[in-house]
């Protein structure tokens, strides 16, 4: 979809927001959303977004709206959608897939509460100055990344022991891209383990880079963190499954979807916390007042058949701390 037409969309997507019944006809407040994702592959993480929400005693179409913008991975688009949920004067609002829409709705406005759900660190990306009282107008939650990019990697040689060459699908377009990259060089030099940066930022490079393995020849395949390949995890594993290449993703979603192996902060956990945060600041909460969450929930997911298929014996030492699919 083309940048104008995505836009127009996004303008046609508004409505006139419901009134509450009564004589004094109060307007329901309304949520603005911001995703650099799609919505249907995020559907879940909405979900969890709505349970929170519920336990805020919030729920939408009855007494909150929620007037959603989409970038769809163009992450180019994320701050006209963000100017333009701050011109509409929602409520709040709630940015997800990674750092770009937190920092570009914070970038137009000093008033309306944010809360952001991103895997980058707050404090470094400039969101907050503090985690325990960030001040201002945002806070959010952290959905926790950093540091484990190692332990990763040593799973996937625990399962795979004697990979010589682990492939990286790393997103360059994503503003992480940099720090990913050095989390991976370093966690690779800390265990001795030779790695391959392969660069993937749309549909079709992601099947070039599977493409390139056949003459790379990578003995596994560590697969970054990132809403577009989030998006697109039925692909990467088909693809993966393709070439009998054993992977590891951060989210359990992957594994779900027939993918090896997973192990990353649990997504829907984060999103509920975000979902309970925007209730509390509807009921009256300042958002400089809450604490950035740090949520980590880790969960760490193998799929059997998956393994079975690939010859794989996986370690009974893995198998007793990890949810298993059979």
């Known amino acids: 979809m083309k940048r104008r037409e995505l836009l127009t ?5 508004a409505i006139t927001y419901p009134f509450a019944a009564g004589a004094q006809q109060q307007a329901v407040p309304v949520i603005g959303f911001l995703h650099s994702g799609s919505a249907g592959p995020f559907a879940n993480l909405v979900a969890a977004f709505r349970d929170g929400l519920r336990e805020a005693g919030y729920a939408e179409g009855q007494n909150v709206h929620i007037d959603f913008r989409w970038a769809e991975g163009q992450y180019d688009l994320v701050p006209e959608l963000a100017a333009d949920l701050v011109r509409r004067q929602v409520a709040l609002i709630v940015t997800g897939g990674g750092a770009a829409p937190a920092l570009a709705v914070k970038a137009v406005t000093r008033t309306i509460p944010v809360i952001f759900i991103s895997g980058g660190e707050p404090l470094r990306l400039g969101l907050v100055t503090r985690l325990d009282r960030p001040g201002g107008n945002v806070t959010g939650v952290n959905v926790v ?16 022991p004697g990979a010589t060459l682990i ?4 997103n360059t377009s994503n503003p992480n891209a940099a720090t990913q990259l050095t989390e991976f060089q370093e966690a690779a030099r800390s265990i001795g383990q030779p790695i391959h940066i392969v660069k993937a930022t749309s549909e079709r490079e992601l099947d ?20 577009f390949f989030y998006s697109r995890r039925n692909q990467i594993v088909r693809l ?14 992957f594994a779900l979807a ?10 829907v956990d984060g999103y509920r ?27 760490l997911v193998i799929n059997l058949r998956t393994a079975r298929a690939l010859g794989l014996t996986v370690p009974q030492s893995l198998v007793s701390t990890a949810e298993v699919i059979e």
Request: proline share 6%; charged share 15%.
């Open 9 to 13: 969309l996004a303008g046609a997507a």
């Open 145 to 160: 990344t950093a540091a484990l990019s190692g332990h990763r990697l040593r799973l996937l040689r625990e399962l795979v």
């Open 167 to 170: 492939a990286v699908l790393l």
């Open 208 to 227: 070039a880079a599977f493409a390139s393995f056949s003459e790379l020849r990578p003995d596994a395949l560590l697969v970054s963190p990132d809403p």
């Open 240 to 253: 993966a499954g393709r070439q009998a290449l054993p992977a590891l993703y951060e989210q359990r979603e």
């Open 258 to 267: 027939g993918g090896l192996m997973s192990y990353g902060t649990s997504l």
């Open 273 to 299: 916390q975000a979902g309970n945060y925007a209730g509390q600041i509807l009921g009256g909460a300042a958002p400089g007042e809450l604490p950035v969450i740090q949520s980590a929930k880790f969960e």
